[in-house]
């Protein structure tokens, strides 16, 4: 019924960027927060950066300075540019968001699939 639709991922070298989409579609009547999370193989999940619904962000200091999230809540949408990237940016990058379903009263927590980006010579 819900679904969070990634796109954008790739193969860059060191200080390259990448353009991160996710696109949340279905029966919505709202979204609430939206997120971009990534995991590395041997590595635990990371947040990466956040926006609520009212545009306030935040980022890990990892990436402050280099990647910045963004919303179009006219389109349901969630972006992440990530600039100046490095070897350890490495990860399957997940979306996320907390959305309420159209009949619902509660919000409740959607997971993209996931894209790889890869940072490599």
């Known amino acids: 019924q819900v679904q969070l639709v990634e796109s954008g991922g790739g193969l860059v070298p060191p200080g390259g960027s990448l353009r991160l989409s996710c696109a949340a579609s279905g029966s919505i009547f709202g979204i609430n927060d939206m997120a971009w999370y990534r995991q590395a193989p041997g590595k635990e999940r990371e947040l990466v950066a956040t926006?609520?619904?009212?545009?306030?962000?935040n980022y890990a200091d990892s990436v402050k300075g280099r990647f910045t999230i963004s919303r179009d809540n006219a389109k349901n949408t969630v972006v992440l540019q990530m600039n100046s990237l490095k070897p350890e940016d490495t990860a399957g990058y997940l979306c996320?968001?907390?959305?309420?379903?159209?009949?619902?009263?509660?919000?409740?927590?959607?997971w993209g699939q996931g894209t790889q980006v890869t940072v490599s010579s």
């Open positions: 996320y968001a907390s959305l309420r379903r159209r009949g619902s009263v509660r919000c409740d927590d959607y």
């Open positions: 926006i609520t619904n009212g545009g306030i962000t």
